[in-house]
């Protein structure tokens, strides 16, 4: 049963746009859903805005088994909004534009 977490936002458009595509099949099969933490939880705990309730997401994504593959599919897709494989879209975009960096510093010796 999901925990109770506080100031859970009402954003159906943010979940919306995140998850249209999962569910048009635009990902690819995702068979390891069928074991994530987050199934049957409310997935608006993973879309919101408020720093507490992507902290309480996170946390449940720590204790996730397929949270690699869920981290590999949000990094390979920008457009996904919200927490996947445990991080939220800013640490994300911080990390493409690090192995980017790493990337461009590789090829420049
Ligand atoms: S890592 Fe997090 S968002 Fe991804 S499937 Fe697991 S619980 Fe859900």
Wanted: with cysteine; net charge positive; charged share 30%.
């Amino acid at each position: 049963m999901a925990e109770p977490l506080e100031h859970m936002p009402s954003d159906n458009e943010r979940v919306n746009r995140a998850l249209v595509g999962v569910t048009n099949g635009n990902f690819g099969p995702l068979d390891w859903y069928e074991q994530a933490a987050c199934r049957n939880r409310d997935s608006r705990l993973w879309f919101s805005s408020y720093r507490r309730t992507i902290d309480g997401a996170i946390g449940v994504c720590r204790r996730c088994p397929v949270r690699p593959a869920c981290l590999a599919l949000a990094m390979e897709h920008p457009e996904l909004v919200g927490v996947w494989g445990g991080t939220d879209e800013t640490e994300r975009a911080q990390a493409r534009r690090e192995a980017c960096r790493q990337a461009r510093q590789r090829r420049e010796g």
